[in-house]
C-alpha cells in the first residue's frame, strides 16, 4: 500500500533509500507493517460501530433503564467514540514519497502503533463498562422479580347494586338499569334482580364499559296492572396489596 508506487526504476525513491537490498527489503517489511496495523484498526472501527448501534437501540427501545445503567452506558459510549478517532488517526495516509529516511518511515509506523494500541486500550475499557451495565441490568431484573414473587396481590369483589329500581310498564315497553363500579374498581359480572313475567324478556344484559353493567328488558304483557320491577348488579373487582 504505501511502496506499491515503487519500481526499481524509481531514481527518486533509491535516492532516498538506496539501492542497496538488504536497505530495500527492510523497507518493504516496514511497509508490510504497515498494512497490518491499517487492517487491525479497521476492524477495531467495526467493532466500535457494532457496540454504538447496539447501545443506541438499547436506549431506544427500553425506557425504564436505571440510571446507573444509563450513565455506565454513556461513558462507555464515549470511550467507543474516543476509541473510533484512534482508529481514524491510526489509518490516516502518509505516502512513502513523504518520508526522507529509513528513519522516518519507522517512526511513522511506531506512531500509528500508538495509536491502534491506545484505540484497543480504550475500546476494552468501553467493553469492560458495557458489561459492568449488563450485570447492573441483571441484578436489577432479579430483583424486581423478588420483589413481585414476595408481594401478595388481593383481589376484592363486591356487589353493587343500581341506585334505584327500575319500573318497566306493560305494552311492550322497554326500560334499563345500570350498576356503577366506583372509580377504583372494573366491572367482572353482573346481571338483575326482579324481571320475572310470562311476557317479560330480557334483551340486554352485558358489560357497558369497565366500570358498569347494563340490563334492558321489555315488558310485552297486555294487563296494565302487571308493571315489571328490574334491578341490575354488578360485580366490581379491586386489588389491595
Not at 495509536?115 to 447492573?136: E, K, P, R, W
Request: aromatic share 8%; proline share 1%; charged share 20%.
Amino acid at each position: 500500500m504505501y511502496l506499491s508506487n515503487l519500481t526499481n526504476n524509481d531514481d527518486k525513491i533509491f535516492g532516498m533509500f538506496g539501492k542497496d537490498t538488504p536497505l530495500w527489503e527492510e523497507i518493504k517489511f516496514i511497509s508490510r507493517q504497515l498494512g497490518i496495523i491499517d487492517t487491525k484498526a479497521h476492524n477495531v472501527i467495526t467493532i466500535d460501530a457494532v457496540l454504538i448501534v447496539i447501545s443506541t437501540l438499547t436506549s431506544l427501545f427500553d425506557e425504564k433503564i436505571d440510571y446507573r445503567i444509563t450513565t455506565i452506558s454513556s461513558i462507555a459510549t464515549i470511550g467507543i467514540l474516543i476509541s473510533v478517532g484512534f482508529c481514524i488517526k491510526t489509518v490516516w495516509t502518509k505516502w512513502a514519497t513523504e518520508f526522507h529516511s529509513k528513519d522516518e518511515l519507522k517512526d511513522f509506523r511506531n506512531l500509528k502503533t500508538k495509536y491502534l494500541h491506545c484505540a484497543l486500550i480504550t475500546l476494552l475499557i468501553s467493553l469492560g463498562l458495557y458489561i459492568v451495565a449488563l450485570m447492573f441490568a441483571i441484578v436489577d431484573n432479579f430483583e424486581t422479580q423478588d420483589n413481585l414473587a414476595g408481594e401478595t396481590v388481593v383481589i376484592q369483589i363486591t356487589q353493587r347494586k343500581a341506585l334505584q329500581h327500575t319500573l318497566i310498564n306493560p305494552g311492550g315497553n322497554s326500560g334499563q338499569s345500570v350498576a356503577v363500579c366506583n372509580l377504583d374498581e372494573i366491572v367482572t359480572g353482573g346481571g338483575y334482580l326482579g324481571g320475572r313475567g310470562e311476557d317479560f324478556y330480557i334483551t340486554h344484559n352485558k358489560k357497558r364499559d369497565d366500570k358498569s353493567w347494563l340490563v334492558i328488558g321489555r315488558n310485552n304483557s297486555t294487563n296494565s296492572q302487571n308493571p315489571v320491577e328490574l334491578t341490575t348488579f354488578a360485580e366490581c373487582a379491586k386489588i389491595l396489596t
